[in-house]
């Protein structure tokens, strides 16, 4: 088994693990970095791109997920986190869900595309907030859904809510296109050293 797209593939699953990163961050302290979220909102915009890079903005935009994964696939595994882990499976699930309903990704494109052409739709928590309402219409319409730990305390402020819900709908996005980038669990498990020797290369360039 040969695999020539690791690079791209490190980036897809650093974009999921910066989405679970952001989820467990505002569910559990109310930590909030909207450079955190920002590649992951152009993410979900960027549905025609076929550059990876850009379609987090930079690599340099996915230095929190890099780190992240990094320390959940290879790091200590006293240190990984089991809700990360579920997180993970749980946007696998519905990723497959998705991709098995046309019509969910049709609507889903028809959306987005009014989004982008709506000018009222300028900062940041704009666009979170309108991507949690098309998260709501489509994806959280599959079962099982998505149950998010942390403090009622956060989980009830209605824009950590949006917030959440544009990280797990990045989430999917990632997990679709590292299956189409020729991801898969199998080959993550075959290949953990030289995804390990990716990340570590992406790291040191933002050092540089």
């Not at 300028?122 to 319409?141: C, F, G, H």
């Not at 917030?163 to 709908?169: D, P, V």
Request: proline share 2%; charged share 20%; net charge neutral.
């Amino acid at each position: 088994m040969i695999n020539n797209n690791i690079p791209e593939q490190t980036l897809a699953l650093a974009g999921l693990y910066q989405s679970c990163d952001v989820v467990s961050k505002i569910a559990w302290n109310g930590n909030y970095n909207e450079k955190e979220l920002l590649p992951l909102i152009n993410s979900i915009q960027a549905i025609e791109s076929n550059n990876v890079e850009q379609i987090y903005l930079s690599t340099q935009s996915l230095k929190t997920g890099l780190l992240y994964l990094r320390k959940q696939i290879i790091g200590d595994i006293f240190n990984r986190s089991s809700e990360t882990r579920r997180y993970v499976k749980s946007l696998q699930i519905l990723s497959e869900k998705v991709l098995d309903s046309h019509e969910t990704i049709s609507t889903i494109q028809i959306l987005i595309k009014e989004m982008q052409d709506d000018s009222n739709i300028v900062t940041t928590d704009d666009k979170a907030k309108r991507l949690s309402d098309i998260y709501q219409e489509t994806l959280s319409l599959f079962e099982p859904r998505i149950v998010i730990n942390g403090e009622n305390t956060y989980l009830t402020v209605p824009i950590q809510a949006s917030r959440i819900r544009t990280a797990l709908f990045a989430g999917v996005r990632s997990t679709i296109l590292w299956r189409q980038l020729g991801g898969s669990k199998l080959k993550l498990l075959l290949f953990k050293s030289s995804y390990s020797k990716q990340i570590d290369q992406y790291i040191d360039l933002m050092k540089n």
